[in-house]
């Protein structure tokens, strides 16, 4: 029986996972989501044109290998429909290569809505969410209230989504919010619905399987499977910047119950890191850069969300927080993306620990959101040339190579990869 090998995010997202994925993927049978939904966003580039997947896995552009949504995952029926017709376009036949789980669960239209009126709710308080309805529909997952794939199988399923419909139309109108005034893509919540019935049809083309059964069949078969995570270690529901985090277990550990398998299968955890710091929306980033230097790194790597088109926030890399997500990860690879965003720097620096109240610590603290900590830099000597070209990991310039090493030993982890553009065919692994 083989193991299942997981790769997943180790900042705050926008790592680069979804070219990782795809590079990987022709060492795999299987690809498998088994978090999240379509607020996350993985980039792919390849052959001069970029695709963009929410909620499909990122080895669908390879036909001969089999793609799983497992049942950790939530599906937007219409932004499903919209990934499969960009596909379509693109010469993909999904139906041929893409399985979904019947337990993974549905956002309704309501979900989003509900997404909308608890932002408006929070005021000033507001998280920073995508509004693709991830937040309820999580919710009612845990309240037990959810509708799930398998459900648009059955004869009541109407009467089951207008039931949870009714249900979030009475908790939107208690927090104050004009249900009749809210709006997706210029649609009111009644147009809107009857597209995503529509939607509904183009899900049903697909085949629903009972995936912790078909992906345990896969790993008996000797199959090679591997898990792709959305989002990353640090908008972890539980062991990320909460409440400044997404609704799901984004760790290794989310692996086992978003696609039902034994920890025990778990194998390999790639852990993707950039090589410096971005962060979507709001929430603690002790090493944000509010300057010049800052908007350099935003404009240099192109930092705007793949899911909300909003700039990110830049800022050097933080070790403490990569070791964090290494230790609760258990991370035995690194790949590291986009050290060519800095290589007009003439110095780059690493964040190594933390100063808080006059102490120094190198840990993460539960007072993350509140406590005034202080970044303690470590500079280095940039590399001050293009890396286009570089044919190997070893050919790379000796700056570099000395702050990917310094990385590694920060970290106790051994670097597997360098990415040093959007392309496929970048991507250096280390002999």
Not at 188 to 205: A, F, G, K, Q
Not at 207 to 215: A, G, K, L
Not at 347 to 358: A, F, K, N, R, S
């Amino acid at each position: 029986m083989t193991k299942i090998d997981v790769l997943l995010g180790l900042q705050w997202g926008d790592e680069g996972k979804g070219k990782i994925v795809d590079v990987l993927t022709p060492d795999y049978d299987v690809v498998a989501r088994f978090q999240g939904g379509p607020n996350a966003g993985h980039t792919l580039e390849f052959n001069g044109t970029k695709h963009v997947l929410h909620i499909i896995p990122s080895g669908i552009f390879h036909r001969e290998k089999i793609n799983l949504i497992g049942n950790g995952v939530l599906i937007e029926p219409r932004i499903f429909r919209q990934e499969i017709e960009a596909l379509t376009e693109k010469g993909v036949d999904a139906t041929q290569n893409l399985f979904i789980s019947k337990k993974a669960h549905l956002i309704l239209p309501s979900h989003r809505m509900m997404d909308a009126a608890n932002e408006q709710a929070k005021g000033n308080a507001k998280i920073g969410s995508t509004l693709k309805g991830i937040g309820p529909a999580y919710t009612d997952k845990i309240a037990r209230n959810g509708l799930r794939v398998g459900d648009t199988l059955a004869a009541d399923f109407r009467e089951r989504y207008d039931a949870l419909k009714r249900l979030h139309l009475q908790q939107a109108k208690a927090l104050g919010f004009d249900v009749n005034a809210f709006r997706v893509d210029g649609m009111t919540l009644d147009e809107y619905e009857r597209v995503w019935m529509e939607s509904i049809e183009t899900l049903r083309r697909f085949r629903y399987v009972n995936s912790e059964y078909f992906v345990n069949q896969c790993l008996r078969d000797n199959k090679k499977v591997l898990a792709e995570g959305a989002q990353a270690m640090m908008l972890d529901i539980d062991f990320g910047t909460y409440p400044f985090v997404t609704s799901s277990n984004t760790i290794t550990a989310g692996v086992c119950t978003g696609l039902g398998v034994a920890p025990s299968t778990i194998g390999r955890v790639m852990g993707i890191t950039k090589a410096y710091c971005t962060r979507v929306g709001a929430g603690p980033f002790p090493t944000q850069l509010d300057d010049e230097t800052g908007r350099m790194l935003c404009e240099q790597g192109h930092e705007y969300g793949a899911t909300t088109g909003r700039p990110r926030r830049c800022g050097w890399i933080d070790l403490p927080a990569l070791r964090y997500a290494c230790m609760i990860n258990g991370v035995t690879d690194l790949f590291v993306t986009k050290p060519d965003v800095m290589n007009n720097f003439e110095t780059v620096c690493m964040c190594t620990g933390y100063e808080i109240d006059g102490q120094l610590t190198d840990e993460i603290p539960y007072e993350y959101n509140t406590a005034d900590i202080r970044p303690q830099f470590t500079p280095y000597k940039g590399w001050m040339c293009s890396l286009e070209g570089t044919a190997s990991y070893n050919a790379l310039p000796k700056e570099l190579l000395d702050y990917l090493k310094a990385i590694e030993q920060q970290t106790g982890v051994n670097i597997r990869a360098v990415s040093i553009s959007p392309d496929r065919k970048d991507v250096l692994f280390k002999q």
